[in-house]
Each structure stands twice: as structure tokens, then as C-alpha cells.
């Protein structure tokens, strides 16, 4: 009944991952209070370990790639932290979308934030655009690959559990 929960929990957590919520946590939370739970150690501590600092490098992607690429983009720094910091609040505040609005409003934040910061350094609107649609790419990628390294951790937790 354990393990049934548990894959219960990382399958919920994995669907929150896609809404921008803190999925990753809980899936680790979750891996640690099985192994608290049941007894003789069946995750081990090796992938508690690893499982955390995965979840903590998607964490620090998702930061910094909106970032990245906006200077990719040819922004300024000021830009990439426009955009780091405009994915951040579009985050909290989301969009009045029912379930998906604090992704759309992290997207849209990382490209206003960009675009803000350019416009405010002196850029061309052309070239601010071109910077904000960099961040918005950014954004977009580093969204799927937290995705992807949830469900790298649900699976490795789930097989852990197992054996």
C-alpha cells in the first residue's frame, strides 16, 4: 500500500511540475518520508541524495535560462535579469487562466521583463523584441527540461521503492 501511494504522489507531482508548482519538492519530500516510513531503508540514501541535488540543478535551469537566452538573444545583463526576474513575478501573479495561468504568466513575464529592460537600456524596439523572444525561448526550454528531470526523478524514486 506504501509504494502505491507513493507512485500515487509522484504522478500528482508530476502534473504539478507542469503547472510551475514545486512538484520537484514534493516528490523528494515524499522519497524521504517513504524511506522514514517503511522500514529497512528501501530508497537509500544515495538516492535521496542524488534525487535532491537533481531537483535543486532543474531548479537553478529554470532561473537561469530565461536569462541565458535572452543574452544569447544579444540583450544586456540588465535584460537577463529582466527576464529572470519577470518569470519569477508573472509566476506568482499568473494570468486569470484557470490551473495553467502561473505558467503562461512566468512565460509572459520572462518576455515582458526582457523586453522592459531593453527598452529602458536604449534599445531599439526591434532589438528588444528580438531579446525578449530570446528569454520567452529560454523560458520555454528550461520549463520542458524541469519536466523531463521530474520525471527522471519520479521514475528513479518509483525503482528505488521497488527494490
Same mark, same amino acid.
Given at each position: ?42 530508497? *537509500? ?36 535579469? *529582466? ?17 495553467? *495561468? ?18 529602458? *537600456? ?42
Amino acid at each position: 500500500m506504501p509504494l502505491l501511494i507513493l507512485a500515487c504522489v509522484i504522478i500528482a507531482s508530476l502534473i504539478l511540475i507542469v503547472l510551475g508548482l514545486p512538484g520537484l519538492w514534493i516528490m523528494v519530500a515524499s522519497a524521504v518520508t517513504y524511506n522514514l516510513v517503511v522500514p529497512g531503508d528501501p530508497i *537509500g540514501w544515495f538516492t535521496l541524495v542524488a534525487v535532491g541535488v537533481l531537483a535543486l540543478v532543474a531548479e537553478l535551469l529554470e532561473l537561469s535560462l530565461a536569462g541565458r537566452y535572452a543574452r544569447k538573444y544579444g540583450g544586456s545583463r540588465r535584460a537577463g535579469w *529582466g527576464a529572470i526576474l519577470g518569470g519569477i513575478v508573472g509566476a506568482m501573479v499568473g494570468v486569470p487562466v484557470p490551473i495553467i *495561468g502561473p505558467v503562461i504568466g512566468a512565460f509572459v513575464g520572462s518576455f515582458l521583463g526582457a523586453l522592459i529592460a531593453e527598452f529602458t *537600456g536604449g534599445s531599439s524596439a526591434s532589438d528588444a523584441t528580438r531579446v525578449a523572444k530570446g528569454a520567452l525561448i529560454g523560458r520555454v526550454i528550461s520549463t520542458a527540461l524541469k519536466i523531463g528531470i521530474g520525471f527522471t526523478i519520479g521514475v528513479w524514486i518509483f525503482i528505488a521503492a521497488m527494490g
